[in-house]
């Protein structure tokens, strides 16, 4: 066997034919060339294994499975693995050139980090691309974890060896969130992070596994929600329900009126309190994702401007943590909205 490669991409393929072809250009065009492309057939029904063999590249292994699930497909990819560096891949997106070169020198950068991901450019069948922003603060990040996933999956690269070390593999339990699950479960063994550029281009079209099971991805992702309330001692509690309304895999907090904006702020006070209690999280991390989170939620209920001045000037932890220029344009477009002027920055 020849010596093992710098970086293993694992493709877990199903059926893909469609964008496999362009899929695995891309992955072979990288500017770095020192990897393996595992091809982990999950017992495809079309064309994908003749796509796959149609490439001649030496560095191309091509796993053929019974149809096993894609956690089990997976799981067999990181067991197959040879590389310092495990990289993920979906079978329908597009690598920027320069991807593995820029996230193994950030992983050298930060030799803290287990795993990270990067930004994404969509790819939409209709309208225009946008960029997917995620945490980049370890921290902040796994506190975040309470609520979403944080890192885009097919961006991920990890340390081989410490997965290996921890035995962290996929959950098929956790069904279509597997990812997410795996995530809480490695920040337990160290920090998570995320490259700040989109190296990857991300098809959005009705045959994703998200637009096909987006109800379950939702309800398994609640159940992951609950399993870390429950660390905190809120899994039962009444305003439970709103942890999944400012949730990014639900988001439902647009104009919603003063009420919700108010329990919003209970909610997140609860979360708080439970933290300093259990110490789940680091507290400034969690403040910090908390005040981000209402602003979103401040921004989806503009009409109500004058009273996140209120919430501000009310709670040390909300000053504190806001990001003050972000409150600034928000409370500008409220003014805008309203015909008042806007508070200047030493109000």
Do not use: K
């Not at 070169?101 to 980090?113: E, G, I, N, S, T």
């Not at 991300?202 to 992951?224: C, K, L, T």
């Not at 702020?265 to 979360?271: K, N, S, T």
């Amino acid at each position: 066997m020849s010596a093992a490669p710098l970086v293993s991409v694992v493709m877990p393929v199903y059926d893909a034919a469609r964008d496999l072809r362009a899929t695995l250009a891309s992955v072979l065009a990288q500017t770095l060339r020192d990897f393996e492309l595992l091809v982990v057939d999950d017992g495809s029904r079309d064309e994908s294994p003749a796509i796959v063999a149609s490439f001649r590249d030496p560095r191309i292994r091509h796993l053929r499975l019974d149809h096993v699930g894609f956690a089990a497909a997976l799981n067999r990819g990181l067991d197959e693995a040879r590389g310092a560096y495990v990289a993920r891949m979906d079978a329908d997106d597009l690598c920027a050139p320069q991807r593995l070169a820029r996230q193994v020198a950030f992983m050298d950068a930060h030799p803290a980090l287990g795993i990270s991901g990067t930004d994404v450019e969509t790819l939409p069948a209709r309208g225009r691309p946008a960029r997917w922003r995620f945490p980049t603060d370890p921290e902040r990040l796994r506190a975040g974890l309470l609520f979403e996933p944080g890192v885009a999956h097919p961006t991920v690269i990890a340390r081989r060896a410490w997965l290996d070390r921890h035995a962290l593999r996929y959950d098929a339990g956790y069904a279509r969130v597997e990812d997410w699950d795996l995530w809480r479960r490695a920040a337990e063994h160290f920090p998570i992070g995320n490259l700040p550029e989109p190296l990857l281009r991300y098809r959005i079209h009705d045959d994703r596994m998200s637009s096909r099971h987006g109800a379950e991805q939702r309800r398994v992702g609640r159940v992951i929600q609950d399993e870390g309330l429950a660390r905190l001692g809120l899994a039962g509690d009444p305003l439970r329900p709103l942890h999944s309304d400012v949730s990014l895999a639900d988001l439902r907090c647009a104009d919603r009126g003063a009420a919700f904006v108010e329990d919003v702020v209970a909610w997140f006070e609860r979360l708080r309190g439970a933290n300093a209690e259990h110490r789940v999280y680091d507290a400034a991390a969690l403040d910090a994702f908390l005040a981000d989170r209402l602003l979103l939620v401040f921004h989806q209920n503009r009409a109500l401007w004058p009273r996140v001045v209120g919430l501000l000037a009310r709670r040390e932890w909300l000053r504190r943590s806001a990001q003050w220029t972000a409150v600034l344009r928000l409370l500008a477009r409220g003014a805008v909205s309203t015909g008042r002027a806007a508070p200047s920055a030493g109000s």
